[in-house]
Structure formats: C-alpha cells, structure tokens
C-alpha cells in the first residue's frame, strides 16, 4: 500500500518578506535596467549558500532559503540592493555521503566567486557576498581578499548564530519561519549533540555522516516560527550593520 508523501508541518503560507520586491531582481532587470541601477549606485548582491543534506527533515536547500531571505528582506530595506541570483553550490564535502549533496569544494567555489566579482563589478561598483553556510567561510574569504587587492569594492558578509551547528533546532526554526510546508516535521528527529568543537577533529579526518549517522548535529525539538522569525531579525540586523558600515567607507 502507497503510504503517500511524507507530512509537511501544518501552517501558513511562506512568509512574503522572505520574496525579493519588485525590481530589485537582477535576473528580472533588462541590461539597459541593471546599467540604469548602476549608474544610481545600486550595488550587487550575490546570495552564496549549498546543497546540502539537513537532517532527513529539512530540504536540501536550506542554506540557499536563508541566504535568499535575507538578501530579499535586505532589499525591502535598501533600495540600492539589487540581487542576483543565488550561487546555490558551495564546499559542502563534509556532507557527500548523504543523498542530494552537490557540492563543488573550496578551489573551485573561491574561482567562482573571484570571478564572478570581477564580472559584476564591470556594472556594479560595490558587490556584496552573502554567505549562510559555514563551510564556504574559507573560500569566501579568500576571494574577498582577492577582489579588494584588485581594488575591487566586495566585501563578503557571513551569517552566524547561537545554537545548535547543523539541521537541529535552529535550522529547523529558521526553515519554519521561511515556510513550514517545507518542514518535515514527523521526521524530524535528534542528532550528535555534543558541542561542535568536540566534534571538529572527527569532522576534519572524516565527514558528518561519521558523527551523526541521520545528519543532524542538534536536536530539533522546541523548534518553532516564532524562534525562526526572530533569528532572522537578529541576522538582518546585523547584515544591515555591516551594509550601512560598508557603504560608509569604513572597512568590512
């Protein structure tokens, strides 16, 4: 017998901040549009996240969601941001022996993204990375530091948050306050809850599945949209932070 698709959480519809406005799109901008923005001081913002394994509750695209979240709610709050699309492969090879992982690793991910600001800074004059996942921080940083010796205007933004490391009750509160219809609740379930530095020797020499065979690093229990929708306030406000103080020419 066909037991059918695996339960959603209950709830509302994804929450329509988490949607970029109209006409802060790059990808919707006609050429003449996006030159037209520029050339009013808009500058770029390039969502850089995974796909990647988040427990067997929460979809793959986790990372991505936040990272395009936040750019859109950063939009609605600086017209001057126009965002391109998301750069949804990141270094995710910590997480390869899970189904659906696709990762292209750090070389390949840092000459992506040198090169994609040397691109975008033929039209934008500033261009902004924004990065939810914790294992492109290396070569993120390394292109930033690329581009601005170029003397290139990137600078590079990189979320982070107290709680739990991987697919527990942050994440899942994060996805739920984004859109709970995503969530699969009833297969949420507890994973390696020892604190990540304890973990990291085992991490390096091996891989996530290693440590937590379900993929979760945390425990997803008492996750809920309230939580997920004030972690987001708190990382849009210092995304903000950071935006206001760049734009100031103070250094990032």
């Known amino acids: 017998m066909n037991a059918g698709p695996p339960a959603r959480s209950p709830g509302s519809a994804p929450d329509p901040a988490a949607s970029p406005a109209a006409g802060t799109e790059l990808a919707g901008l006609t050429s ?25 509750h929460l979809p793959l695209s986790t990372d991505t969601d936040v990272a395009v ?18 750069l949804a492969y990141g270094s995710s090879g910590e997480h390869q022996a899970f189904p659906g992982t696709l990762s292209i690793g750090s070389e390949a991910l ?9 691109s975008a800074t033929c039209t934008f004059a500033g261009v902004l990375l924004v990065s939810t996942h ?10 930033e530091q690329r581009l601005r010796a170029e003397s290139r205007d990137v600078r590079a933004w990189l979320a982070s948050w107290r709680g739990d490391a991987h697919a527990g009750r942050t994440e899942t509160s994060l996805q739920l306050a984004l859109d709970p219809r995503r969530v699969r609740l009833d297969r949420a379930e507890r994973g390696n809850t020892r604190p990540v530095a304890e ?38 406000a210092d995304l903000l932070a950071a935006v206001r103080s760049w734009r100031a020419g103070e250094s990032g």
């Open 134 to 143: 914790g294992g492109n921080a290396v070569a993120v940083r390394r292109a």
């Open 32 to 56: 003449a549009e996006a030159g037209e923005r520029a050339a009013r001081g808009a500058f770029l913002v390039v969502p850089v996240a995974s796909v990647e394994q988040h427990g067997p």
């Open 110 to 118: 840092e000459l992506v993204l040198v090169e994609l600001g040397r």
């Open 199 to 236: 973990l990291m020797p085992a991490l390096r020499e091996s891989s996530v599945q290693a440590v937590s065979p379900n993929g979760v690093l945390g425990d997803p229990a008492g996750a809920s949209a309230a939580e997920g929708g004030a972690l987001l306030a708190g990382l849009l």
């Open 69 to 86: 979240a936040l750019c859109a709610r950063l939009a609605r709050a600086d017209p001057a941001a126009v965002i391109a699309p998301p």
